[in-house]
């Protein structure tokens, strides 16, 4: 009678493969784990993706969140230029520059 067959998982590819060091278990448990290891890759690419559209939306909020900034400087300096801005509109201005709360 033969020796039966070793199994063990690539770590690479997730692949069931022969191997001579592998545990006496059956294909079928390797399957199940291979199965598992399917269903990891497959979350780490689904997160990956959404890391990336994450990022990507970041970066747009951020670009907009510039431009209304510059916006928001050129109006004040164009108001300021005709003596039409007090002390209190300067301070608010400030404070909704640097991120806080008026």
Do not use: H
């Amino acid at each position: 009678m033969s020796e039966p067959k070793r199994y063990g998982l690539s770590r690479e590819t997730c692949d069931i493969v022969e191997w001579r060091y592998g545990l006496y278990v059956g294909i079928e448990d390797y399957q199940k784990i291979e199965a598992k290891c399917q269903r990891y890759k497959a979350e780490v690419e689904r997160l990956t993706l959404l890391q990336a559209k994450t990022l990507a939306e970041r970066n747009k909020a951020k670009a907009q969140i510039e431009r209304l900034t510059k916006a928001g400087d050129a109006i004040y300096q164009s108001f300021d230029q005709f003596g039409q801005v007090d002390a209190k509109t300067l301070k608010r201005w400030q404070t909704a520059r640097e991120g806080k709360q008026s």
